[in-house]
């Protein structure tokens, strides 16, 4: 499988759990490299644009007003088939859903505050990526 790129955020109930390290520990532990990272605090602008895909569901206004609660660290992960590892390093979007051992399973409050965002498809991670990086803060 070829080594690709994903993009994560450690979002704003981690972050106010202190949990970045800990995350970042099972992220680690599955075989990917944290290749980029920065702590933020997104704007309703930039939420609601990264989350557009999501506009006209019931839960849209209460995920931009999360996104938004806190401070998030977004990330950029490097491995093979990092895409799909992540995902399953993350777990179901329900954490009653999620598998044992998986970032949602372990520390995710509900469906909505759960802890962590990862890209659907290698396309969208590129896209995702763009949003929050340039190039040079990339180091592989
Ligand atoms: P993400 O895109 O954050 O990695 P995901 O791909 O597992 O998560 P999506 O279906 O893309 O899940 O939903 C995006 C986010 O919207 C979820 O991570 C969650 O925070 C929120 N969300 C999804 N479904 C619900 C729901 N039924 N109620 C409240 N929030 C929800
Ligand atoms: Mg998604």
Redesign the pocket.
Known sequence: MAVERTFS?I?PDATARNLTGAVNALIEKAGLRIVAQKRIRMTREHAETF?A??KA?P?FG??VD?MISGPVVVQVLEGEGAVLRY?DV?G??DPSKAAEGTIRKVHAR?????S?????APETAAIEIAQFFSGNEIVG
């Open positions: 955020i979002k989350y895909v999501h569901r839960f209460e995920l999360f995902r993350m179901a979007t509900s469906i909505g505050e759960n962590v965002h990862g890209s659907d």
